[in-house]
């Protein structure tokens, strides 16, 4: 009776407001005993009860963790699942473990970690030339010692191609990478390889790691002068009914992009839930998957348990000068967004449309491009301000967009709270050292725009109500106001002012101010100290806004 109640309550655990009772003293009352020691007492039990082939009890979640945090050390190096026996028995292993995690199973605290390791432990390709024969013989192989539990064997094997790959890592040519690019149908980022040169990684030292950890602030509580109040209605669940096998399937097919922390692609992930060659067992998988993901949609979810789904790939790029944080998420996350955003894009855009652009609007960037070309030509406008905000996206209170994603699309708000409710891992691969992320969106999260857009809304609502005669557009974080000078000076300044309180710092010295009057020139410099002022014009958005002459010369 007492592991059936733990099992059934352990999702409010999480609630403050749940009262608790002690099922050994007594059954009414939980006076004599506070929250976390039922919290850590509840965690205890449940470490018991993991049983992972030999491994058992906190043993088991031990070895767990080890092999986790060495697989996301390794460089990708898989291969795509085979067909055939030894293919399907991979995918009934994935669903085996999505069941455990579903359905309350004894393995749900590492369920998602396990699922996340057994692409790189059980698909790691054996030598650069490997062929397909041999990766059916160690696939085979590999599973028998994971259903034994015996994961020290995999580690062992897994660090020792690693090791080879590691002396014989050369640096990629660029024919090289983009026939690759081409033999995979990436055409958009072959081009994007040969008609620009690539950023360059950075080696994490010591002063890059200090400027990583400075762009991910500590978490902060939740400012009030820029959250909506009210309660936060749940959605019903049967809303999220059309999240299945079939849309999974689509969703896969439709993600692109490079492998998260695990080490698995698009491509890989993509022929485990897309391909038809595993019939049955594939669709069995998608559908498991599926109910995770609108587990995810309408229940509180213990974060420890989904940890590992919720890492990235931390890649430090070089801006020449400064650092540029890439994140790269895993791709189940993305395919998971990608079902919500499917079955949620009218929600999404009519929360934010048409004052912020970045939700779920198709050109919503055309769309932010466009009006403000418009507000230049008009003969009224005297000046258009293009505001620049200081690490917009990992500066936003995670706490207030939380609040402002119930209030205006409450729909998303049980996922989002999931993914966003605690501090999530950036690993910086091949260094050891993780980054955590306790403030703005999660690199690599394909609903970062969404969640940012519900986020700044109260801001644009309140400058919107001190500035109701200046014109603005949004996308995401890049502002521009529009109008009379005295206009465009309110909204400015209530900017600077209510922006920080939700994580929006506006940079002046970033800031471009564009005037249609030249003889106004040391006005308007007066009337905005600090903000570069200019008659020809300025980037925005990838366009360029101003006279016609410096827009052709910006064009050519």
């Known amino acids: 009776w007492y592991q059936r109640r733990v099992r059934a309550d352990y999702a409010f655990l999480q609630e403050p407001s749940y009262e608790w009772c002690c099922f050994k003293c007594n059954e009414d009352s939980a006076t004599d005993h506070n929250s976390t020691q039922l919290t850590q007492l509840l965690m205890d039990l449940l470490r018991d009860e993991v049983v992972f082939g030999s491994l058992q009890g906190p043993s088991a979640i031990s070895e767990i963790d080890n092999a986790y945090k060495t697989v996301t050390q390794w460089v990708p190096n898989v291969f795509l699942t085979p067909s055939g026996h030894a293919g399907k028995e991979f995918l009934r292993i994935l669903k085996q473990l ?29 030598s650069a030339r490997s062929k397909a024969k041999e990766h059916l013989d160690c696939l085979a192989r590999r599973i028998s010692l994971w259903k034994e539990g015996n994961l020290s064997a995999l580690l062992r094997e897994g660090k020792t191609i690693q090791c080879k790959l590691l002396k014989s890592k050369r640096k990629p040519s660029s024919l090289r990478t983009f026939s690759t690019l081409m033999g995979k149908g990436q055409i958009s980022a072959a081009l994007k390889w040969i008609s620009s040169c690539p950023p360059s990684a950075l080696p994490v030292d010591d002063s890059v790691f200090e400027a990583l950890q400075a762009k991910h602030p500590p978490a902060k509580p939740m400012n009030d002068a820029c959250t909506l109040a009210g309660p936060v209605d749940a959605p019903d669940p049967i809303l999220f009914n059309s999240i299945d096998g079939t849309l999974v399937r689509k969703a896969a097919k439709l993600t692109r992009g490079s492998p998260g922390p695990s080490g698995i692609d698009a491509e890989g992930w993509g ?103 418009q507000l230049y030509d008009d003969p009224e406008t005297e000046c258009v301000l293009f505001v620049d905000a200081s690490n917009a996206f990992n500066c936003l209170n995670r706490q207030s967009a939380l609040q402002n994603t119930g209030i205006l699309c409450p729909s998303l ?43 700044i809304m109260e801001l644009i609502y309140i400058l919107k109500h001190h500035a109701p005669n200046c014109h603005n557009s949004w996308f995401a974080d890049d502002s521009a106001g529009a109008g009379k000078a005295e206009d465009v000076k309110l909204w400015w300044e209530a900017l600077q002012f209510f922006g920080p309180r939700i994580g929006y710092f506006p940079q002046p010295e970033k800031t471009c101010l564009v005037i249609k009057d030249h003889n106004k020139l040391e006005h308007f410099r007066s009337l905005f100290p600090g903000i570069q002022v200019t008659v020809e014009g300025t980037r925005y958005l990838g366009s360029f806004i101003g006279t016609k002459d410096a827009t052709i010369n910006y064009v050519t």
Do not use: W
Request: hydrophobic share 40%.
């Open 98 to 126: 999505f069941d455990e995690f579903n359905e309350e199973g004894p393995l749900k605290p590492v369920a998602i970690k396990l699922i996340l390791i057994a692409g790189p432990l059980l698909l790691q390709k054996p």
């Open 271 to 373: 022929r485990i839930l897309g391909s038809k060659h595993f019939k049955s067992v594939g669709t069995d998988l998608c559908e498991s998957f599926a109910k995770f993901i609108r587990i995810l949609a309408t229940e509180n979810v213990n974060p420890n348990h989904i940890s590992a789904l919720l890492a990235s790939r931390l890649v430090p790029l070089d801006k020449r000068p400064g650092i540029r944080p890439i994140g790269i998420g895993e791709i189940l996350r993305r395919i998971a967004g990608k079902c919500m955003s499917l079955v949620l894009k009218s929600d999404v855009t009519s929360a934010t449309a048409p004052l912020q652009t970045c939700g779920g609007i198709e050109g919503g960037v055309e769309a932010s491009v466009h009006s403000i070309r």
């Open 413 to 455: 708000h049980q996922y989002l709270k999931n993914l966003y409710g605690r501090p999530s891992d950036l690993i910086l691969r091949g260094t050891g050292k993780n980054i955590t992320s306790a403030e703005g969106t999660t690199q690599g999260c394909n609903l970062a725009m969404d969640f940012y857009g519900f986020g």
